[in-house]
């Protein structure tokens, strides 16, 4: 979606003001993926005057369209794709003690339907990476590659060894899974339960080593000015020009075409769109027995079904995308997604009135020819170019790159600026926990001493649910929400209140409606975001960022329109009657009558 007729009637943004009141630093980061965003606080932790721009909001690109997972890529061992594998596996294992608050532990399993398919076809693709006739993987093949997952998995007993049985204990466990299911081999990788939110726990940490670290959402680069890059403000539709030592480029999808809006053609990007729904289904839920259900599909396509925030979600897909194209998903990719639940759970009712979400988003896959969708390397590589006509500035291009490995690859980043910069890292990430990561109580007794040392002033039912929400960060929430005025439950939503909203508009970088409804909270997510409780966010936002009606009004219609075409969520635009007004109508209609 366009931010061009955004609305413009705010003054000048504090986090654009610290970036104008001194336009230049050592290294310039477009793009606040998570990439971007990692590389931004490795950066600020080595004392780096660094700044990092994005046209949109944090993590709202490739980033907010992740199937949430943290995993290891069992199947990119049949790519051959070793080196990723190890490394993914070695992220995974370590983001669940950096950041245990969002990251969570996930059983994943594989339903096998036979015992030796697939061993002919399987190395022909290996060698080839062509598709060639879909072929299902057996029990056999399986076994090989979760041995090979397993030796780079373990790490220290973070998580267990994978597991077959046999159709027996497979359908006391599965009791909804295809009757004819032989096997099933479970292994574990992690759940992401709100990228969103640790995105901004990282954004929060660089900021925090100091004013060296520098940031602005909803600013783009437009193009090159000498050494440096002539950005604007989409809100204001202000432009000004911020040099730098170093250009980093970490727009993902997006990396060819920001590369020509500062003057060097690259050809390096050819994503492809993978699509999710979320399904408000309790016997599918249920049928997940508290973990994922993953299979390759027969055209090769990876299918996952696991429950995630109290609903069940489904995806993906994988299709050749254009990257200057919104991304949707599309009615012919729900029919998909059904089809490929009653494959699976052929017994379970699922139907478009039970989608509660959906969304859709372009992977920053490197380019790939003819190579089959599914082949191409997850993998990610740095390149250096020329700035523009600059002798001075230089510049780095990220091609990849995946959620699991933004914290090593951050690193690597980082450690290429650095080299270009002439210095040498002073702090490592490795072990430095993330946000509400930073001493958080990893068993269920540690976290209810937590909240009960940190409940005096509002009791432990709430601060629970802050924790829930915030990690060990819930003790800063709390702190606010104790010297906010008047901070009352919402009616629409009693476990958020006006203070923690008003805390989430003007701590976390909020400048859009769009942004609260679906990033700052999950409430859309989840299927919750009914009129009333976007009402009554939109009116507490407004009130806490200081927006005119006409404010109130513009951003009401963007996000409207933002859940109807991105999401599938259809709610008014229209602010409700104010009580005054709708007092008078009913006086009106009294009289009438």
């Known amino acids: 979606m366009s931010t061009e007729n955004t609305p413009v009637d705010a003054q000048t943004r504090a986090d654009v003001q610290s970036i104008l009141d001194r336009p230049s630093a050592q290294v310039l980061i477009i793009g606040a993926g998570i990439n971007g965003i990692g590389t931004f606080r490795d950066l600020a932790l080595q004392g780096v005057d660094v700044v990092l721009v994005e046209r949109g909001d944090y993590a709202s690109g490739a980033s907010s369209a992740s199937s949430h997972m943290i995993h290891g890529g069992v199947r990119y061992l049949e790519n051959g794709e070793f080196r990723l594998v190890k490394e993914s596996v070695q992220e995974r294992n370590r983001l669940m003690k950096l950041a245990p608050h969002y990251v969570k532990p996930l059983p994943t399993t594989i339903p096998i339907f036979s015992t030796f ?74 759940a992401v339960e709100n990228p969103e939110r640790l995105a901004l726990d990282l954004v929060q940490d660089a900021l925090a080593t100091g004013s060296h670290a520098r940031t602005a959402n909803y600013v783009e680069a437009i193009g090159a000015d000498g050494d440096g890059v002539l950005l604007r403000d989409t809100l204001t539709g202000r432009t000004f020009t911020v040099t730098a030592d170093v250009v980093v480029n970490t727009t993902g999808p997006w990396t060819d075409e920001t590369n020509r809006a500062l003057g060097e053609a690259t050809q390096w990007m ?18 997940c027995a508290g973990g994922e259900v993953f299979f390759e599909n027969n055209d090769g396509r990876i299918v996952l079904i696991y429950p995630l925030n109290g609903r069940v979600l489904v995806g993906t897909t994988d299709l050749e995308a254009d990257v200057n194209e919104p991304s949707v998903c599309t009615e012919e990719e729900v029919d998909y997604f059904f089809a490929l639940v009653k494959h699976v759970f052929p017994t379970i009712h699922v139907g478009r009135e039970q989608i509660v979400y959906r969304y859709a988003g372009i992977r920053p896959l490197p380019g ?40 090593a690859l951050s690193e690597h980043l980082a450690n290429d600026t650095l080299a ?29 001493q937590w909240v009960k040392r940190h409940a005096d002033a509002l009791g432990e039912a709430r601060m629970r649910d802050l924790f829930q929400r915030y990690g060990t960060k819930a003790a800063e929430v709390a702190e606010f929400l104790a010297s906010s005025e008047g901070d009352a439950p919402l009616a629409s939503l009693p476990h958020y209140s006006t203070g923690e909203i008003a805390y989430m508009a003007t701590r976390e970088h909020t400048v859009h409606l769009a942004d609260m409804v679906l990033r700052r909270t999950i409430v859309a997510f989840v299927g919750g975001l009914t009129q009333p409780v976007f009402d009554e966010l939109a009116s507490v936002t407004a009130s806490a960022l200081g927006w005119s009606d006409a404010r109130l009004a513009d951003e009401r219609a963007l996000a409207v329109e933002t859940l109807r075409f991105l999401h599938g969520i259809e709610l008014e635009a229209a602010a409700p009657a104010t009580a005054p007004a709708r007092n008078a109508e009913k006086a009106t209609a009294a009289s009438a009558a």
């Open 117 to 190: 398919s697939g061993i002919v076809s399987a190395p022909l693709r290996f060698l080839t990476h062509k598709q060639g006739k879909p072929k299902e993987r057996g029990a056999a093949l399986i076994k090989l590659g979760l041995t090979g997952y397993d030796s780079f998995s373990r790490d220290g007993g973070t998580v267990p060894r994978h597991r077959f049985v046999g159709h027996k204990k497979t359908m006391q466990k599965f009791p909804k899974l295809r009757p004819d299911v032989k096997y099933t081999a479970t292994y574990y990788d992690a």
């Open 270 to 287: 050819g994503g492809t769109k993978g699509s999710h729904i979320v399904l408000d289904n309790q016997e599918l839920f249920d049928a």
């Open 368 to 407: 790939h020819g003819d190579t089959a969708p599914g082949f191409v390397s997850r993998d990610y590589r740095i390149e250096q170019t020329p700035f523009a006509k600059s002798t001075k500035t230089k510049q780095l291009s990220l091609v990849g790159g995946k959620w699991t490995t933004f914290r």
């Open 420 to 448: 270009l910069l002439g210095k040498t890292r002073t702090v490592q990430t490795t072990e430095l926990q993330i946000g509400g990561g930073k001493g958080y109580p990893t068993t269920a007794s540690g976290q209810s």
